[in-house]
């Protein structure tokens, strides 16, 4: 954790947000890569291990597997969109946890890990995916407002035939959701779009 952030800021974490990382089903993890742009954001889904593992190491309790990540102008470009997903995590009584606080449109200060339910976890994961290799940023926050848009049964629904059938079938389902949510590269609707979705 940072040692700038307030004291207030660091209460926050230890006492309302802490408790829920250990047992989220997803984590989102603010870290560095010596050879990445500072910060990375990786979201994390928390499984068993297979079956295979477990004969092997013995080992049967959930681990923590990366299900993407995003940084530099990517990130830049979908912060606000990343910051309304997560800000609607709550505890189990339905109140707000307010990570949203731990990454501003500043500077993100912050290192460590935050909770994620379902939903936040399934669409974060989508949009990190999704964003990789993209060079239009339009195209890149496209897609991550129309992500954010989707319910938790649609956005759990879609990532799972983008990662779950092999190799080929997810690239396949990769690439149509990347077209299906942001165009072609190069489409002159993609910034008209861009900004009725903005303005909605």
């Known amino acids: 954790m940072s040692k700038q952030k307030p004291l207030d800021h660091e209460r926050l974490f230890n006492q ?11 984590v989102l993890r603010i870290t560095e890569f010596k050879d990445l742009p500072a910060p990375v954001l990786v979201v994390k889904q928390r499984v068993l291990p297979d079956t295979g593992t477990q004969k092997e190491t013995g080992y049967t309790q959930p681990v923590l597997k990366d299900r993407g990540l995003i940084h530099g102008q990517s990130l830049r470009r979908c912060l606000p969109v990343l910051r309304e997903i997560i800000g609607g995590v709550c505890d189990p009584a339905g109140i707000p946890l307010e990570l949203h606080t731990f990454v501003p449109n500043g500077r993100i200060g912050f290192r460590g890990n935050l909770p994620l339910d379902e939903e936040a976890g399934a ?36 990532l ?3 990662t779950q059938y092999g190799d080929a079938a997810n690239r396949w389902a990769q690439a149509g959701l990347r077209l299906m949510l942001g165009g072609q590269p190069g489409d002159s609707a993609i910034p008209a779009m861009l900004e009725k979705i903005r303005e909605e």
């Open 16 to 26: 309302r947000i802490k408790p829920f990382v250990r047992i989220s089903p997803w």
């Open 123 to 158: 669409k974060l994961s989508l949009i990190f995916r999704l964003q990789e290799r993209i060079l239009d940023m339009d195209r890149v926050e496209l897609i991550a407002r129309r992500v954010q848009r989707f319910s938790r049964e649609e956005a759990v629904y879609w």
């Open 160 to 162: 799972t035939r983008a």
